[in-house]
């Protein structure tokens, strides 16, 4: 029975520890669960400056689900935190207070086993002590009764026998009475080991059980507590990603994208008809006009425009323009959102450099007032060093301020003269086209100035198509050679007209 309950009491701290260490490898789990979930969140984090934010609500959307994971992520942590504390920590922490226990019960079942034993050992001890003692009684009375019923036998071997015979009866009822007392004690001792002591060590072996049964009861309702504290603050987490999920808006998204890549350049207009019957006789009886050849037979090269194969269309080819300083190279609208954005960095710049300016004017100002507390010459290369980039930054804003102008007067009077035809050709709303003078031939012009002022970027002496001539705004619409159409400074440019020998007419 004893050894039954050992095993039992063993096998209850052993299972009370196997659970521990489920617990220990569950919340492993989890801590790495929180870890794996936290550097996802950190990978898919944009690594941006504030100039790059994200300006679409898909964008704006998948950072907030980001930032609802790396919550979860940290409720996850929690709960590994939790289990840690109240049920690992816990259950080691009881399992060694189980083990002292059961220690202690075992170790009082065996005092008491041991002393019912020793109680055992001298009550045998004093059994065989008496049947000894009787049986030595038996050999002195036998001698004593051959002794004198011998005549031969002395009178002093009698009473020598009889006083031996005397001697034994004594030790025989002293071992009786020894023993008699140890029966008594021992059979006490029994009495008390197996209905007092024994059954109040398995008692308080049982309570220890019964104990840890309910402990790990708790335990597992603390495991789940531990889980389900988390729930409400997962759940709005999730509620948090759903919301992500309902603010994207296509249509704002869309608009987003209209708003930051417009290039404020106005639809291409009709290409001219470029006549290549002119190099054609006709007789006097067609009724029409004859038109001068060019020589040779061949059309003058610089009708090319009708062969231009990479024409400004919306998903050409487009040249990369180089970067300059006044961000010519951009469409008209982003580069009014550039210089408006640079003069926004540079007035600020500005005031940051006017807010120290005036700290060590009142510094200096201390100093002077208080010479103990520093020199005030001490502050003056600082604050020329101030004033000067002051200076430099005023001129950057002032030199901005003065292409955003130009760029502000371009586009709004372009916008008084938008185009728009439909598939009849009617006239432009607002501006009606004119027509180019009454001869066939294309017109071109050469580029008298090299300059970079306007929509184009144009080089000295380079021929272009005129497709609209100014019209009294300052602008000649022209387009390249190579198809790209635009507005360029009519004063930038020289027009010239020239007839060659076979009379085709034709703008330089």
């Not at 065989?128 to 019923?149: P, T, V, W």
């Not at 029409?288 to 919306?314: F, Y």
């Amino acid at each position: 029975m004893t050894n039954n309950l050992d095993k039992h009491s063993q096998w209850g701290i052993d299972f009370l520890e196997r659970y521990a260490k489920f617990v220990k490898e569950r919340l492993e789990i989890e801590q790495a669960y929180a870890k794996q979930l936290r550097s996802l969140v950190k990978k898919y984090c944009p690594k941006r400056s504030k100039d790059d934010e994200p300006r679409f609500t898909s964008c704006l959307s998948f950072y907030s689900i980001l930032n609802e994971l790396n919550d979860y992520a940290g409720q996850r942590e929690v709960v590994a935190e939790e289990m840690g504390h109240k049920v690992y920590g816990e259950l080691m922490r009881y399992s060694q207070d189980l083990k002292g226990e059961r220690k202690l019960h075992l170790q009082e079942g065996r005092k008491t086993q041991q002393y019912l034993d020793q109680c055992w050992k001298h009550m045998d001890n004093s059994k065989k002590k008496f049947e000894r003692e009787c049986k030595e009684a038996e050999k002195s009375q036998l001698i004593y009764e051959r002794l004198d019923s011998d005549i031969n036998a002395t009178k002093s071997e009698v009473e020598k026998a009889k006083s031996q015979l005397y001697l034994r009866q004594h030790m025989v009822e002293e071992s009786k009475n020894e023993y008699a007392a140890q029966l008594q004690n021992f059979n006490s001792e029994q009495w008390k080991h197996f209905n007092v002591a024994i059954p109040q060590i398995f008692k308080n072996l049982q309570d220890m059980d019964e104990r840890r049964t309910v402990k790990l009861g708790e335990m597992y309702r603390s495991f789940a507590e531990v889980e389900r504290r988390v729930i409400p603050i997962i759940s709005k987490c999730l509620e948090g990603m759903v919301t992500a999920a309902k603010n994207v808006d296509e249509r704002r998204d869309s608009g987003v994208v209209v708003e930051s890549f417009k290039s404020g350049f106005e639809p291409p207009g009709d290409f001219p008809f470029e006549d290549f019957s002119q190099n054609i006789q006709r007789t006097g009886s067609d009724g029409t006009i004859g038109t001068p050849k060019t020589e040779g037979g061949k059309p003058d090269p610089k009708h090319a425009v009708g062969r231009t194969k990479n024409k400004l269309w919306l998903f050409g080819k487009k040249p990369k323009a180089p970067t300059l300083e006044d961000l010519s190279h951009l469409p008209p609208e982003q580069r009014r959102k550039k210089l408006q954005q640079r003069i926004d960095e540079l007035n600020k710049e500005l005031q940051k450099e006017m807010d120290q300016r005036d700290a060590l004017n009142k510094m200096k100002d201390v100093y002077e007032k208080n010479p103990q507390m520093g020199d005030p010459g001490s502050l003056q290369p600082k604050i020329s060093e101030t004033i000067c980039n002051m200076e430099k930054l005023r001129s950057e804003i002032h030199k901005n301020e003065s292409w955003l102008a130009e760029v502000e007067g371009k586009h709004g009077s372009r916008s008084e003269r938008r185009p728009s035809a439909d598939v009849n050709h009617h006239a432009p709303h607002g501006r009606e086209r004119s027509a180019l003078p009454d001869y066939t031939g294309v017109m071109m012009l050469k580029i008298q100035l090299c300059s970079n002022e306007g929509t184009l970027v144009m080089n000295e002496n380079e021929v272009l198509y005129v497709i609209e001539i100014d019209k009294g705004d300052g602008w000649t619409r022209i387009r390249k050679q190579g198809g790209e159409e635009g507005y360029v400074p009519t004063s930038y440019v020289e027009i010239t007209l020239e007839k060659n020998r076979k009379g085709a007419v034709t703008y330089i």
